[in-house]
């Protein structure tokens, strides 16, 4: 085998608490994670030419080693003496800097590839000590569906499924730097901790009502002063039928959760039409592991 393609899950939070600074500088946090059908395209390819190549459809996206792909396949080349090359193409489709993991989704999906393509004979356990050294959000990525995450997120257990539903996703014309958000945030004066398990509970009862009252993400107290336009969406999503609607990690990607699919479709296309998101999905809740 020679080249992989693959699908790259973006993700969303469905709840989101942050207990405290470490010394270390990170954040501990508590989070309740959820892929989607919303994916980055890859093509992994081994070639004869040493060194890495990205060629990516977003010019403004960096394509040498600020790029997690990059980083997470010199990781694996370094740690396995490869001296083949690789030619990456990487199709975006998840908005960027916009709390829906697509960097850390890339980089998850090129350490599967990798270890596929070179026969590496690593577990997913192996694969995600290897991929939190690209960042925290990558275990994650290479899991997949439903999750706590816990530690900086990567501590992860596997919940049961959270129940089909549609998941209305809007981006406001705004990028959030995650490291912005998270250098603001007064972790020790929060008023306010979502009930995670709380929300857990009422997932695994299938009580939509409840996980829609229940729902929480902290860092919502930093993004949405910032940029009102995250509170104004989520209100048009809750006019229009939706049962809970919330900023996802550091933002500013709003989703809304609906039972109802022509309701879901219908505010689809008013936010299309809209003034308030840049980029609008409409998906369903998505477990496919890897
Ligand atoms: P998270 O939800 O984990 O905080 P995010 O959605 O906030 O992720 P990303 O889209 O992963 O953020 O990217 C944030 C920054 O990382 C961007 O400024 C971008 O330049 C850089 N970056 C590096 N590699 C990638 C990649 N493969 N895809 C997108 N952004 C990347």
Known sequence: MREIRLRALA??????DVLGKREDGYHEVRMVMQTLNIFDKLSVRISQEPGIRIVTNLSYLPVNENNLVYRAARMLMDEFGIREGLDIDLYKYIPVAAGMAGGSSDAAAVIFAMNKLFRLGLSLERMMERGVQIGAD?????MR???LAEGIGERLTRLA???????????PPVNVSTKFVYGNLKADQLSCHPDVDGFIEAMEAGDFHAMAALMGNVLETVTVPAYPIIDRIKQFMMEHGAIGAMMSGSGPTVFGIYTDLTAAKQTFYELKKSRLAAVVYLSDVYNVTY
């Open 138 to 142: 990558v275990p994650y990525c290479l």
């Open 161 to 171: 499924p959270c129940p089909p539903c549609y998941v209305l996703v809007a981006k």
């Open 11 to 16: 993700k969303i939070n469905l709840c989101l």
């Open 145 to 147: 569906g439903t999750a």
